[in-house]
């Protein structure tokens, strides 16, 4: 069963897409500082905690449209296809799910569960901050 744990948020940020199916999805930071799910060629700014639909200009956090988006600590996260192993580290796939970072990819995690299933809510140990590079390990 995933968990999460201390974490931090970066809370009322402008979705820029309708992304009420895309909780514990990767996100990224548009050039008009909005918030889209990520695919694998974009490198993640977090994981979106929320669901929030597109179009709504008030940032409350606790308003439609505004984005919580988790940066560093352990979040909930959802797997995509080809299987995941608890300590694999992760990155993001073409539709935003995690998935094995390969070695020219910034991985943003390490995996904390199992997951053979697509969609499946897997627990992740997020860092955003400083993404691990894992040509060289650093």
């Known amino acids: 069963m995933a968990w999460d744990a201390i974490k931090m948020n970066l ?11 895309d909780q514990y999805k990767f996100v990224y930071l548009s050039e ?10 974009e490198t993640p700014l977090g994981v979106l905690q929320n669901n929030p639909p597109y ?3 008030d940032y409350d956090s606790d308003t439609a449209g505004s984005a919580t988006v988790t940066i560093l600590g352990v979040s909930k996260v959802k797997a995509g296809t080809g299987g995941i192993s608890r300590g694999d580290y992760v990155a993001s796939d073409s539709d935003g799910k ?17 997951s053979e ?6 627990s992740v140990l997020l860092n955003t901050i400083t993404p691990v590079d ?3 390990g650093e």
């Open 55 to 57: 179009g709504n200009t």
């Open 11 to 21: 809370p009322a940020m402008k979705a820029g897409e309708d992304l009420t199916d």
């Open 98 to 114: 995690a998935a094995v970072g390969n070695e020219d990819e910034n991985a943003v995690g390490i995996a904390l569960e199992d």
């Open 32 to 41: 008009d500082n909005e918030v889209s799910v990520c695919d694998d060629a």
């Open 134 to 136: 894992r040509s060289t």
């Open 117 to 122: 299933e697509d969609g499946h809510i897997i």
